[in-house]
């Protein structure tokens, strides 16, 4: 994630935080001082800090329980409306899901009964509004601010952990595609009262229920694309014979291979065959305006730094193409060779074949890249220096 910093690691996630949160502190503080004096800008930041603590928390809840199941999360990210995890997948047994979601706002309630505990206060006599009041305790606003996050987070609309428990707890009984609308479409339903409650003082209320709005519709439209690409793995849709380059072609060459064929994407291998990287036609363009036809490849390429196995889940890629610059990444077989690539341009054809015929069966195997010789086209490209 760009224009974030990196705090720290914990249990292989890293946390970072996006400059736009410090910029929020900053802004709120400075809000609270001018208002109120520099020991009240002091006490709003603690809170908001503290605060957004425990959202770290709650997303550690999510984080951990989704590592129990074998799901790797990378980073998780601070903004100014919450944190951001980024889970590898989510998992495709419904209870395993469902865990998932809960752990999140499980974390919260643990954090408010500790902190009441703590302050031995007694739970009949909290009010919610204590947490506009700055004559209460700092500890016990942080209790009261667990409590809401735990309900918001609960409220059964997507994207939010309680509309991941429904549509769950609904995939026990009925197709996952089929939970995931009845979900998205009560999750709008519910942002669409939320609106109008809104309208009647609450202008923040709107803001959030157009924002439950939206993420729900595109919830669904995922829904209905895993439906496409669940069944399917990276072989199907990989690019078995890439074309290939050497790190030491130039610019020239590659356009000029580029001009002569259909191929959009790259591989580049040195003589020994080990694998460099990768380009794609749209870098190749990119790269031409600022640099010189003799520029070698090897310092245009990329480097990916995820890998894909050919018996991966397809949904693996999206992930990672949803949440990286990544044009192309390389795929490996069982022995670790390169067997090919997957680009966002194949897979998109993949789901266009789909889409026309659902009932479509790949059947398809990879060819070693290792045993490919350089092909004729190859050997032209390689002589066609000026
Ligand atoms: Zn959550």
């Not at 992930?319 to 610059?325: D, L, Q, S």
Request: aromatic content about 8%; glycine content about 6%; hydrophobic content about 50%.
């Amino acid at each position: 994630m760009r224009w974030s910093i990196s705090i720290g690691k914990i249990a292989g996630t890293t946390i970072r935080i996006h400059v736009t949160f410090l910029l929020f502190l900053f802004i709120i503080g400075i809000a609270v001082f001018r208002q109120n004096g520099v020991e009240a800008a002091w006490d709003a930041v603690a809170f908001i800090t503290l605060v957004f603590a425990c959202i770290v928390l709650h997303e550690f809840g999510h984080i951990l329980m989704a590592r129990l199941f074998g799901i790797k999360t990378r980073d998780v990210t601070l903004f100014p409306i919450g944190g951001v995890a980024n889970i590898e997948r989510m998992p495709d047994k419904p209870y395993q899901e469902l865990l998932v979601a809960l752990a999140g706002p499980l974390v919260n309630l643990c954090i408010f009964l500790a902190v009441t505990l703590a302050l031995s206060q007694n739970l009949r006599d909290l009010d919610i509004e204590k947490i506009n009041d700055s004559a209460t305790s700092l500890a016990l606003r942080i209790a009261v601010a667990n409590l809401i996050l735990m309900i918001f987070n609960l409220l059964p609309a997507f994207p939010m952990d309680g509309g991941r428990a429904l549509r769950a707890l609904l995939a026990m009984w009925i197709a996952k595609s089929k939970a995931t609308k009845i979900a998205a479409t009560i999750g709008q339903g519910l942002a669409l009262l939320m609106g109008f409650i809104g309208f009647f003082g609450n202008p923040t209320l709107i803001l959030i229920a157009a924002f439950i709005f939206m993420a729900a519709g595109s919830e669904a439209e995922t829904a209905i694309f895993h439906d496409i690409t669940h069944d399917l793995t990276i072989r199907d849709a990989m690019i078995d014979t890439p074309a290939q380059l050497s790190p030491r072609d130039t610019i020239r060459m590659a356009i000029d291979r580029l001009q002569g064929s259909t191929d959009n994407e790259f591989i580049v291998m040195d003589k020994a065959h080990h694998e460099m990287g990768i380009i794609t036609r749209d870098m190749l363009l990119l790269s031409l305006a600022s640099h010189n036809d003799e520029t070698q490849i090897s310092s245009l390429m990329s480097r990916p730094e995820s890998m894909l196995y050919e018996n991966d889940p397809l949904d693996k890629a999206l992930t990672i193409f949803e949440r990286g610059n990544d044009q192309a990444l390389m795929v490996k077989d069982m022995n670790n060779d390169i067997t090919g690539l997957i680009s966002r341009a194949a897979i998109a054809q993949t789901i266009l074949i789909k889409t026309a015929r659902p009932d479509w069966k790949f059947y398809r195997g990879g060819i070693l890249a290792k045993s490919l010789p350089r092909t004729n086209r190859d050997q032209q490209a390689a002589s066609s220096l000026p």
